[in-house]
C-alpha cells in the first residue's frame, strides 16, 4: 500500500518551497508515494502547488491575531470549519501523516490530524510561529531549521531546498548564466534581490552606490520588485512583506525579463525566473534575510551582506546569525543601510577572489543542502513507528 503524506505550508513561498522540496525528496526517496498539499485561495498556494505537480485540497485561512479584535471573536468559528474540512481530506487520501511548515494552513492541520494521523512539524525561522508552538505539543516528531527555535526538543535539520539550488554547479553554470542575464563574461558580479515584492531601502542604497560599484568594474543583477523602477529611479520602491517576503521567508520567486544597461553592467530585473541562474552568475549576494534566502544562498555557497527586514519580532537577524558568525557574510541594520556602506562591505569582496571563495565555502558549510531528504527520512521514520 503506498504512502499517503499531507503538507501543510500555505500562504507564502516561505511556507511553501520548503513543503514542495520537502514533498519532491518524499517522491525521490519513495516513488509510490502520494502527497497532498492543503493550502487556501489566500497567497500563492494555488499557483505555486499545482504548478509543482501536487494535488490541492483548499480549507479556511486560520491566521491567527496578535491583537483582541473582531477577528479574534470569529476564530472559534473560523477554526472549526477548518478542522472539519482537514478531517475529510485525511479520510479522503487516507493519510498516513502530516507535515507542518507553519502559516494559515497549519493550526487546523494540526488540530485536524490530533489523535488521528501523526505529526511533524518542521519550523523554519529562528523563533517559532505560534501555528507551529501549538503543533509541537502533541506531535510526533518536532525539527527546526536552526538551533534556538523555542521549540522543546526539536532536532535541527535545516530548511528543505529545491533540488535545482542543492545540487547547482556555479561554476559550470556561470558563462551560461552571465549570458542570459546580458551580464559581461568576466569581472565580479553582484546580486541584489530584496524578496518578490522588492525592497525600498536595498533599492535606495544601491542606487547610491552604482556609480562606484561601477568604477570597480562590479556588475550588478537587481531584482527591484514588479511594482518598482530600477535603482535610482525617482520612483520609490515597496519593501511590503507579502508573498515570497513574508514574516517568515523573504524567498525569491520567478520573474520577467528586464533590460541590460551595457555601459554600466546593471541588469535591472522586475523579479528573477530561475533563481538557480541568477546564483550561478554572481559572486555576491546583497538580500533581506528570511529563511528561505539565508538557507539558499549559503546552499550555493555564495557570501552575502544580509539587511533584515525590520519588522516583526527580529528573526531575519537571528536567520542570518549562524551563518555571519561562520565568516560567510556579514549583517547591516536596514536603518545603517547606505550607499556608501554597500561600497565599504562589498567592494573589498568582490575585488578580492580567495576571500571570495572562503567566504563563500563557510557560506555552504553553514547551510544544510541535505535538510530536504534528511527530513523525509524522519517522517519514514514516524510512520513505520
Not at 22 to 49: H, N, Q, S
Not at 90 to 106: C, I, N, P, S, W
Not at 191 to 196: A, D, E, I
Request: charged content about 20%; some cysteine; aromatic content about 4%.
Amino acid at each position: 500500500m503506498s504512502l499517503s503524506v499531507v503538507v501543510a505550508g500555505g500562504g507564502t513561498a516561505g511556507h511553501i518551497e520548503p513543503a514542495l522540496a520537502f514533498a519532491d525528496a518524499v517522491r525521490r526517496l519513495r516513488p509510490d508515494a502520494v502527497v497532498t498539499a492543503l493550502g487556501t485561495e489566500k497567497g500563492l498556494d494555488t499557483r505555486l502547488i499545482p504548478a509543482r505537480g501536487y494535488a490541492l485540497e483548499l480549507i479556511l485561512p486560520v491566521p491567527l491575531p496578535r491583537k483582541p479584535s473582531a477577528d479574534l471573536l470569529r476564530l472559534p468559528g473560523k477554526v472549526r470549519s477548518a478542522v472539519s474540512r482537514v478531517r475529510e481530506v485525511l479520510t479522503k487520501v487516507d493519510a498516513d501523516v502530516v507535515v507542518g511548515f507553519g502559516g494559515y494552513v497549519a493550526l487546523p492541520a494540526y488540530l485536524g490530524a490530533r489523535g488521528r494521523v501523526p505529526i511533524v512539524v518542521h519550523e523554519a525561522n529562528a523563533r517559532a510561529g505560534l501555528a507551529n508552538k501549538i503543533g509541537a505539543r502533541f506531535a510526533a516528531k518536532v525539527v527546526a531549521a536552526v538551533p534556538g527555535s523555542g521549540l522543546a526538543g526539536a532536532e535541527v535539520l535545516g530548511i528543505p531546498l529545491r533540488h535545482a539550488v542543492t545540487t547547482l554547479d556555479r561554476a559550470a553554470l556561470r558563462a551560461e548564466a552571465r549570458q542570459k542575464h546580458g551580464l559581461p563574461a568576466d569581472g565580479p558580479v553582484l546580486l541584489v534581490f530584496g524578496g518578490s515584492q522588492g525592497a525600498r531601502s536595498l533599492n535606495t542604497a544601491l542606487g547610491q552606490a552604482l556609480p562606484g560599484l561601477e568604477h570597480e568594474g562590479i556588475a550588478v543583477l537587481h531584482a527591484h520588485g514588479p511594482a518598482n523602477e530600477p535603482a535610482g529611479s525617482s520612483r520609490g520602491s515597496a519593501d511590503a512583506p507579502t508573498a515570497a517576503a513574508s514574516g517568515s521567508a523573504d524567498a525569491p520567486t520567478a520573474a520577467a525579463s528586464g533590460s541590460a544597461d551595457a555601459a554600466s553592467g546593471y541588469v535591472p530585473l522586475p523579479y528573477i525566473d530561475d533563481m538557480h541562474l541568477a546564483y550561478a552568475a554572481a559572486d555576491a549576494v546583497l538580500c533581506r534575510a528570511g529563511a528561505m534566502t539565508v538557507a539558499e544562498v549559503s546552499a550555493v555557497g555564495l557570501p552575502a551582506l544580509y539587511v533584515p527586514l525590520p519588522i516583526g519580532n527580529g528573526e531575519q537577524a537571528l536567520n542570518a546569525a549562524p551563518v555571519v558568525a561562520a565568516g560567510g557574510g556579514a549583517l547591516v541594520p536596514d536603518a545603517e543601510l547606505t550607499g556608501d556602506r554597500v561600497l565599504t562591505e562589498l567592494v573589498p569582496w568582490l575585488k578580492d577572489p580567495e576571500r571570495l571563495a572562503a567566504m563563500g565555502a563557510a557560506a555552504r558549510a553553514s547551510g544544510h543542502a541535505d535538510a530536504d531528504e534528511r527530513l523525509a527520512n524522519v517522517v519514514f521514520g514516524v510512520v513505520d513507528r
